[in-house]
């Protein structure tokens, strides 16, 4: 009996946090964040944007190696990619090398980080980047090496002690009690027991929650010390598949997981649809069968109108001029880091059309207009129907163009090619 008032207390308690988390983003205003933001708690001016970054997994897997992740810092800066805004270089799973038996240290492993994570970190920190690094909340990660669990503040003190900036903490080997509803508190208390061990190293570090969605951590990510939570299954390099059951996904599931999550977004804690497939073209340690440019540059903006962390998982040390192009837009990216840090929102969904909001600083708007469909379609879409005021004229920039474009009194028209998305900026000219 006990153990049920307790576990329906905890329910409660989550439940009247989502509630009060609703209540204060639904009516955000600007001068509101403004104000927000002075009062923030220390640790949340850690991610008062989505974070931006390179990770390991997509292109390396088990392969990454001290000189892989040296190679991609050099990259990252000589690319441009760190001037638009990219710092956090992660290394995911498979660094490991063991846990010493007798002092329960990790160690990675000797052959591929014969330097030692130290080494590396002031290598990566060298060239004004940020270190990440990749550990589990339960006895072994998902790739079967030593996990956190038991050893979360020798593990956060090690990663401090290391120089790490960023740990994303993955929920392989956790058992599942979801029957008794138990899931729940087992992963809020193990995010927790390593938020509270980061914070106790006295060092800032992004906590990157990776549980894939499947209990709410929208609801509880912020209040365990999370800055991002993941809200899907591993997007592979594809268009398209079967809803959010399982991994792998596409693109367009991993969107689709976001249409109701925009008001458990904001400074500080981010949701998560996973790593850019941008430049993958097949190839690495995750496949799905390859996506076109046209494609890689609707993930790219929708990443940006969902607010989004952008963590590339191409080879950045070979990039071809297209992914180049998508990856270094600094219009689109500014849409994602805009200040005001409000997730966009779906205000159009008819005949395989997707019409999305963000508000933006400054009284500007950001609308994406995405063909979910293979064929071509011709878009006219008036101000009522994507919720803009009337009274209003407005300048429209095209993003991806890079140009002010013309438009019909009270409308806009384009024309999108298959899974094309395009993304316009909405200025106010003048009030009338
Ligand atoms: C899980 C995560 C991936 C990646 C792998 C590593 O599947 O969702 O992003 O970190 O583990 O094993």
Not at 185 to 208: F, H, N
Not at 238 to 257: C, F, K
Request: some cysteine; overall charge negative; aromatic content about 10%.
């Amino acid at each position: 009996m006990i153990q049920f008032i307790k576990k329906m207390t905890l329910g409660l308690l989550v439940l009247m946090l989502s509630f009060m988390i609703d209540g204060c983003t639904k009516k955000t205003s600007e001068r509101d964040t403004i104000q927000e933001s002075k009062e923030l708690p220390a640790e949340v001016n850690l991610a008062l944007t989505p974070p931006m970054g390179w990770n390991s997994w997509n292109s390396f897997g088990e392969n990454v190696s001290e000189q892989v992740i040296r190679e991609t810092a050099d990259a990252m800066v000589a690319s441009g990619l760190k001037e638009v805004g990219f710092l956090y270089i992660v290394i995911d799973d498979i660094w490991q090398g063991g846990r010493d038996s007798i002092t329960g240290m990790l160690y990675p492993d000797p052959v591929r980080f014969p330097s030692g994570m130290k080494d590396l970190a002031d290598y990566v920190h060298s060239r004004g980047l940020k270190f990440g690094i990749y550990s589990d909340a339960g006895t072994q990660t998902c790739g079967d090496m030593p996990g956190s669990f038991g050893y979360e503040k020798q593990d956060a003190q090690l990663f401090a002690d290391w120089g790490v900036d960023y740990l994303k903490y993955d929920y392989c080997y956790c058992p599942d009690y979801a029957s008794e509803n138990n899931d729940y508190r087992m992963a809020i208390e193990r995010y927790r027991a390593m938020g509270d061990a980061l914070k106790a190293t006295g060092r800032p570090i992004v906590y990157s929650i990776c549980e894939w969605g499947a209990r709410s951590p929208w609801l509880w990510g912020k209040e365990v010390g999370g800055h991002l939570w993941r809200t899907s299954y591993d997007v592979y390099d594809m268009w398209d598949s079967p809803r959010n059951e399982s991994s792998p996904i596409g693109i367009l599931a991993s969107i689709d997981v976001m249409v109701n999550l925009g008001r458990f977004a904001g400074k500080g804690g981010w949701n998560d649809p996973d790593m850019l497939v941008v430049g993958l073209k097949n190839t690495g340690n995750i496949r799905g069968g390859g996506c076109n440019d046209i494609e890689y540059r609707s993930q790219m903006s929708m990443w940006c109108m969902l607010s989004a962390p952008l963590m590339i998982g191409s080879d950045i040390r070979n990039m071809s001029e297209s992914t180049r192009n998508i990856l270094l837009n600094k219009d689109i990216i500014a849409i994602d880091q805009d200040t005001m840090g409000i997730q966009g929102f779906r205000v159009i969904r008819k005949d395989g059309l997707d019409g999305w909001k963000k508000p933006l600083s400054n009284d500007r708007i950001a609308i994406a207009f995405l063909n979910r469909n293979s064929d071509d379609m011709s878009v006219t879409a008036a101000w009522n129907e994507l919720e803009l005021d009337s009274a209003i004229q407005y300048s429209v920039y095209d993003v991806w163009e890079h140009k002010t474009v013309s438009h019909a009194e009270g409308s806009i028209s384009t024309k999108l090619r298959p899974h094309e998305c395009q993304v316009f900026v909405f200025s106010p000219a003048k009030t009338e």
